[in-house]
């Protein structure tokens, strides 16, 4: 157990829908990364957010959006869903925002989205 | 484009030899890389790490070795064991931007 939550861990949705995953870092973590797994994509960085505010901006569409609350955890807002959303998304959090000797990013068990 | 490239999809090791997975990456701002394992069903395990001031780094049967002028990194197992199947992912980082980078992974079988 990584000590980094994510829910749901299963979600069906239909094609042009919006659905929200949530994610609570390891206690103490400052850091939520947000990352796509896809068959032919691997792990893709989406965002980061470090104690509450916007870090770092990867590959993340204009159809999704992200933030993160005082407390800390955070959520992917997805919306106007198509097919090719469907994937993992696994959330990872680290204590701090730099890379280091120390960093580490623990990551979630993921949910997987299914578009229909 | 990819900044963090895992050419080899799959390997298959027999038991007890040893498992080399290979990782190249092309932005010389990398400073720190990372070596993550992930089960099915599971999220990705953090391995071992290294820094770009060192080119060995060794925890147990896990070394990684990064040659920087060849932008290559190599994680190896020794003796591979059952419990090592898994895909590995290599993932890189900046100071300056703090994004992790991940490759595609590399599906590692051990064959009894």
């Known amino acids: 157990d990584s000590g980094v939550t994510q829910t749901p861990k299963h979600l069906i949705t239909a094609t042009g829908q919006r659905v929200t995953l949530r994610c609570s870092p390891r206690?103490?973590?400052?850091?939520v990364y947000w990352y796509q797994q896809s068959l032919d994509q691997g792990l893709q960085f989406l965002i980061q957010y470090y104690n509450g505010e916007e870090r770092a901006k990867g590959n993340i569409l204009e159809r999704f959006s992200a933030q993160q609350f005082p407390d800390l955890h955070s959520e992917l807002n997805l919306s106007s869903l198509e097919l090719g959303d469907s994937a993992l998304y696994f959330c990872?959090?680290?204590?701090?925002?730099?890379?280091?000797?120390?960093?580490?990013?623990?990551f979630g068990q993921g949910t997987r989205l299914t578009v229909v | 484009d990819q900044q963090v490239k895992q050419n080899s999809p799959s390997l298959s090791v027999q038991e007890g030899r040893i498992s080399i997975l290979n990782c190249d990456y092309t932005?010389?701002?990398?400073?720190?890389f990372l070596w993550y394992k992930k089960y099915p069903a599971e999220g990705p395990t953090f391995l071992i790490s290294i820094s770009s001031i060192k080119d060995k780094n060794e925890d147990g049967r896990f070394t990684v070795f990064l040659n920087k002028s060849a932008k290559h990194l190599s994680l190896h197992i020794v003796p591979s064991q059952p419990g090592d199947s898994a895909v590995y992912f290599c993932a890189a980082m900046s100071n300056r931007d703090d994004k992790i980078i991940f490759g595609k992974g590399t599906r590692l079988h051990i064959l009894p």
């Open positions: 990872a959090s680290s204590v701090d925002a730099g890379a280091s000797l120390d960093t580490e990013a623990f």
């Open positions: 206690s103490g973590d400052l850091s």
């Open positions: 932005n010389s701002m990398f400073d720190y």
